[in-house]
């Protein structure tokens, strides 16, 4: 049973650019949130995806937006990149409102 | 909103030792609590959980964690250290209405041989 798979792995990007990131969840799971998680830092909150809608959000800019599909596979995208948006983005899948399973992350530089 | 702190950036023992790296939590309403370990360039590993129950709970890897309302905390512990548990450990909690997961800055533990 594949666990939560995110796609790329690595990502360079200069200033002004967009992004985005890909998750797939774990078999069985329909709830997608996502986190930013800064050098040195613990994962801070982005959003959270349910029934393909955004069901809460953390304290993140609209430059920062998503979207779920019917397969609830997930994606992230961030516009105008800042050199700040640069840190291992982590998206954790869970079912419903139980525990949240995370994947690898990938990994965004932003130069 | 709900808050969690790690009061020890690094936490170091010998090996066969018993270790506890602490977490205190803050939150309005019932706790979600939770304890995650990361290792070099990956994810988030889930170690166990608190929900309601049992304050003792035990999960992964021989790691087990006490809930302790009354002092907000939820220290996770380990009769005996492995060199392998070396890794960065993180706390989070969740109020059992809102599904933002907060974490705390994570703790170091470095296990010697």
């Known amino acids: 049973d594949a666990g939560v798979t995110q796609s790329p792995t690595h990502l360079i990007k200069t200033r002004g650019q967009q992004v985005t990131l890909r998750c797939s969840p774990k078999?069985?799971?329909?709830?997608v949130s996502w986190y930013q998680q800064a050098l040195g830092q613990g994962p801070q909150f982005i959003f959270q995806?349910?029934?393909?809608?955004?069901?809460q959000r953390g304290n993140f800019p609209d430059r920062f937006s998503g979207h779920q599909f019917p397969n609830y596979s997930s994606e992230l995208n961030v516009n105008a990149l800042l050199l700040g948006d640069s840190a291992l983005y982590l998206c954790?899948?869970?079912?419903?409102?139980?525990?949240?399973?995370f994947g690898p992350g990938t990994r965004l530089t932003v130069l | 909103a709900q808050s969690v702190a790690q009061p020890e950036d690094q936490v170091n023992v010998a090996e066969g030792n018993p270790l506890t790296v602490k977490c205190t939590y803050s939150?309005?309403?019932?706790?979600?609590l939770f304890w995650y370990v990361q290792y070099p360039n990956r994810g988030l590993q889930f170690l166990l959980k608190?929900?309601?129950?049992?304050?003792l709970v035990k999960g992964s890897y021989g790691f087990e964690a006490e809930f302790n309302k009354s002092q907000t905390s939820f220290h996770l512990k380990k009769p005996s250290a492995l060199v392998s548990d070396s890794a960065l450990y993180f706390c989070?909690?969740?109020?059992?209405?809102?599904?933002?997961?907060?974490f705390g800055a994570g703790t170091r533990l470095t296990v010697k041989p």
């Open positions: 954790a899948s869970s079912s419903s409102t139980d525990t949240q399973y």
């Open positions: 078999s069985g799971h329909d709830t």
């Open positions: 995806y349910y029934e393909e809608e955004e069901r």
């Open positions: 939150v309005s309403g019932n706790p979600y």
């Open positions: 608190y929900i309601t129950g049992d304050n």
């Open positions: 989070a909690v969740r109020d059992i209405n809102n599904n933002d997961m907060r």
